[in-house]
């Protein structure tokens, strides 16, 4: 029994493709592992911090990095703790003592972050403040003082790094 033209045809067409059809997967791991290394090595310069775009922070020229802390964030109408609504600015404006009481109330009830409990001596007690740099003084200071009065001994405020000037003649006209 003898093939017919087109069954041998399609018999030699597949055998030619065949092993064109082998897949290489070595160019894709040199890529993969490029891209790992890539993430590794600049995800550990990244300090996270839950923020809002509500909030433009101030810069600054510091250069230590923040820890994790119990983050208060004063929006220009808002403020919060750890990204829950404690009270409005204006009632914050409003309170005529020197510290604010839902803030206080607030931080006392608060589980703090990592293994900080209320036996902690307060001058390891950590806070970060996230302030809008359009708030006036006098509401950040509330907040500073109603932390302290909290029990909380280092208190942080958080600031963009502000980019290093490039020292003169460093660029020469060519």
Known sequence: MSMSSRARR???????HRADADLNLIPMIDILSVM???LLVYSTEVEVIQNTKAIQIPQS????RPRQTVVVMVTPTQL??????IANVV????????????????????PLIG?????????????????DKSL?????KKVMTTCTAAKYGRISLAVMQKEKAVPPGTFKPV
């Open 36 to 38: 790992v290394s890539f």
């Open 10 to 16: 399609m018999l030699t067409r597949h055998i030619r």
């Open 61 to 64: 020229v510091a250069e230590q």
């Open 115 to 131: 293994a900080t409990t209320d036996q902690t001596p307060p001058e390891e007690r950590e806070i970060t403040i996230m302030a």
């Open 91 to 110: 009632d914050l404006r409003a309170s005529t003592s020197a510290t604010f009481q839902p803030l206080a109330t607030e931080l006392q009830v608060h």
């Open 80 to 85: 919060l703790v750890q990204g829950k609504l």
């Open 136 to 140: 006036p003084y006098e509401v950040i």
